[in-house]
């Protein structure tokens, strides 16, 4: 019977795994992140894959199989904040990480900041301050020290 010999060969598995100490035992006997386990996986996945594109609350609902109060509520449950202003930290975090790695001389805020969908630069600074503690220029010159 294929779908019973599916199911002992995947427990064997997974009994070998938990067995002994491997590469992998640490990720293995670490707690589950209930979010990205669960309802939001498939969301959180596309949200971090397209963050550089304009995403709206509709097509992040479609692409989680819900509707959009759904996601505003499985959202708020999971992770205490809205599906924007988690796009928004996944789009922050991409702007730190593209600052710190740029060639200071050659590279301008400004411009990252648009690549990544911030069209609002004093806002943008200040959401960046509230999450880094700096400003985005002075990451810049970070990485020019």
């Known amino acids: 019977m294929p779908i019973a010999r599916e199911q002992y060969e995947a427990f064997v598995m997974t009994q070998l795994l938990h067995a002994g100490r491997h590469q992998h035992t640490d990720a ?9 386990s669960g309802r939001l996986r498939p969301v959180l996945d596309y949200m971090e894959q397209h963050a550089d594109e304009p995403l709206t609350p509709q097509e992040l609902a479609r692409v989680g199989c819900m509707s959009v109060r759904t996601l505003h509520a499985t959202f708020q449950q999971e992770l205490g904040e809205s599906p924007m202003n988690h796009l928004r930290r996944i789009r922050l975090d991409h702007v730190r990480a593209e600052l710190l790695r740029c ?25 960046y301050r509230e999450r880094f503690g700096e400003l985005p220029r002075e990451t810049l010159r970070e990485r020019a020290g």
């Open 28 to 36: 293995l006997l670490a707690p589950a992140d209930p979010a990205r």
């Open 103 to 127: 060639d200071p001389a050659s590279t301008r805020v400004t411009d990252v900041a648009l690549r990544w969908g911030f069209f609002h630069q004093s806002r943008f600074a200040q959401q």
